[in-house]
């Protein structure tokens, strides 16, 4: 008996990120116990193939994120100088985890009742969440540029929004339910809970770093100058500092963990450049998948220009992409891109 060959038409339809559809659409058990099998210094590992100089930063980290995996929610923060690597370290664990971390810009979120749209709740929108008998992991917030959102603003009463949203914020890392919108100018939303969920602060807080500074380093000249001086970033932050920059008092409070990143040299840079194994020269030849040569003079200028702009890593691959479009448009075929 002869079959008949049926033509079968897949379609992929789109799932929406608030239908219970979207959490079982692309994770499975296997990948639960992947994650489940990462140690701390696995996890570590990976950070620090690409994030440099901050080895402490990345332990901790990993320890973080190690207890999460176990069902031990955290609220830490990671405290440091522009160009340091804090989002480095937030990119390369949503390369480890990639349906768990999310990154979010809060410079300018603004309070309920305030112009503007990005607000509390829709940070959520977006993430993903498990529900009951789900082999999903909650979503771990990576929250940039906080050091912003803490700085008071006052409105023309005098009030201070800051502190509006921050409460805001409070009541969601205490571990409340949130109502998120499906759409920008949707007025349905999903109702998600927050007891679960993660959180890790991101800011430079360069003003208090240079205030820091000046009160170790005391009186330039006369009894009690200091012989050696303190650089901004050398002392590590603690939660005064943080409230002292805006953050109140209550939602400091749940920060379990400040971790302060080490500020980054011209010298620190510069060996970078030098790395093989890691590093920007290395991350720009997996993406172009060429080696990339560049001279011992563009790599002085690349990291003085790093260092003197505060564009840190970032700048140095930037400037190092200009230099490659150059060699590209050049030649085409060319197996190593040299640059002098």
């Excluded at 950070?47 to 100089?53: M, R, W």
């Excluded at 939303?189 to 380093?217: H, Q």
């Amino acid at each position: 008996m002869s079959m008949e060959k049926k033509n079968i038409n897949i379609v992929r339809n789109y799932i929406p990120w608030y239908s219970d559809d979207y959490r079982i659409s692309y994770f499975s058990e296997q990948r639960k116990k992947d994650y489940l099998s990462y140690t701390p210094q696995d996890i570590y590992s990976e950070l620090v193939k690409n994030v440099v100089n901050q080895d402490e930063a990345c332990r901790k980290v990993a320890v973080m994120m190690y207890q999460h995996l176990r069902g031990h929610r955290f609220v830490g923060m990671l405290a440091g100088p522009t160009g340091s690597g804090k989002s480095f370290i937030a990119e390369n664990l949503k390369k480890i985890f990639p349906d768990m971390v999310y990154i979010r810009d809060i410079s300018n979120v603004t309070g309920d009742g305030w112009s503007g749209g990005k607000k509390v709740r829709t940070l959520f929108r977006g993430v993903s969440f498990p529900s009951v008998d789900d082999v999903r992991f909650e979503p771990v917030l990576f929250l940039d540029e906080c050091d912003k959102m803490f700085a008071p603003k006052h409105s023309s009463s005098g009030e201070n929004v800051s502190e509006s949203v921050q409460s805001e914020f409070l009541s969601v890392i205490h571990g409340g339910e949130i109502a998120v919108p499906y759409q920008d100018s949707s007025s349905k939303s999903v109702m998600i809970g927050t007891s679960g969920i993660s959180f890790l602060f991101a800011g430079a807080f360069d003003r208090k770093a240079r205030e820091i500074a000046e009160k170790e380093n005391g009186p330039a000249l006369g009894f009690g100058a200091h012989r050696t001086k303190i650089a901004a970033y050398d002392r590590e932050f603690n939660a005064s500092d943080i409230m002292e920059a805006g953050c109140i008092s209550e939602l400091c409070g749940r920060i379990q963990k400040i971790i302060s990143l080490n500020a980054i040299g011209e010298d620190d840079y510069r060996k970078m450049l030098d790395e093989t194994e890691r590093g920007p020269i290395h991350e720009l030849e997996k993406e172009f998948g060429i080696p990339i040569q560049i001279s011992s003079e563009r790599k002085d200028k690349l990291a003085h220009e790093a260092y003197s702009s505060g564009l840190g890593i970032r700048g140095i691959k930037n400037r190092i992409r200009d230099q490659i479009d150059e060699v590209i448009w050049n030649d085409q075929n060319a197996k190593i891109l040299d640059i002098a």
